[in-house]
């Protein structure tokens, strides 16, 4: 949500959500093609897409976010129950 003084604003990118299901995979689909390491996962709310953090070397989601336009993810680390806007580097 964002912030304005005396009230909050919903994400505006929140109506990009859809019903994705479960991880198609168990790794960063990218990372799993290239061979390369993630550090944590992500997966689109557009299109489900499992991709790595920006803590990962290769940042796959927040690349598929800008090629894309599906800029909400969610965490799909165990415990974490979080989505997150790579538009307005933003909770939501």
Known sequence: ???????????????LVRKVGPPRTRGCEECLRLGTPWVHLRQCLTCGEVAC?????????????????????????????????????QFV
């Open 1 to 15: 949500m964002t912030a304005i003084p005396g009230r909050l604003i919903p994400d505006p990118h929140l109506p």
């Open 53 to 89: 953090c920006d803590s990962s070397p290769m940042r796959h989601a927040h690349a598929h976010a800008a090629t894309t336009g599906h800029v909400i993810v969610r965490s799909i680390e165990p415990g974490e129950y979080w989505r997150w806007c790579y538009a307005d580097e």
